[in-house]
């Protein structure tokens, strides 16, 4: 069964960092288009960062500069760097993989990241 498993999120203050950290089982992050995206309590989750099987990276607007996506094919783990960080990005951050062949989605459970100001 394919598995995507979160870790990294937690408490910081304003300004500060944290590390999330995807693990993926059954599946193989390199071939596929994978990303970070979050979802803020009562509203919709939106897309933060995606990396493609070539290495292309996108950001939303909103963490451009302050977040860095990165995949690490050996230990078929993806990360998200986030530094700089604002109470507005408070949420729920999930991992998401997708074969660019058959639009199949994978996701992972999330894991929260609350930032105090």
């Known amino acids: 069964q394919v598995q995507l498993v979160e870790s990294g999120g937690g408490l910081v203050q304003a300004g500060g960092s944290l590390r999330l950290s995807c693990a993926a089982s059954?599946?193989?992050?390199?071939?596929?288009?994978v990303g970070w995206y979050r979802q803020p309590m009562g509203t919709q989750r939106d897309l933060v960062a995606t990396?493609?099987?070539?290495?292309?990276?996108n950001y939303s607007d909103s963490v451009k500069g302050r977040f860095t996506i990165s995949r690490d094919n050996a230990k078929n783990r993806l990360y998200l760097q986030m530094n700089s960080l604002k109470s507005e990005d408070t949420a729920v951050y999930y991992c998401?993989?997708?074969?660019?062949?058959?639009?199949?989605?994978?996701w992972g459970q999330g894991t929260q990241v609350t930032v105090s100001s």
């Open positions: 990396i493609s099987p070539s290495g292309s990276t």
């Open positions: 998401k993989a997708e074969s660019p062949f058959t639009k199949r989605e994978y």
């Open positions: 059954k599946i193989t992050l390199s071939i596929l288009t």
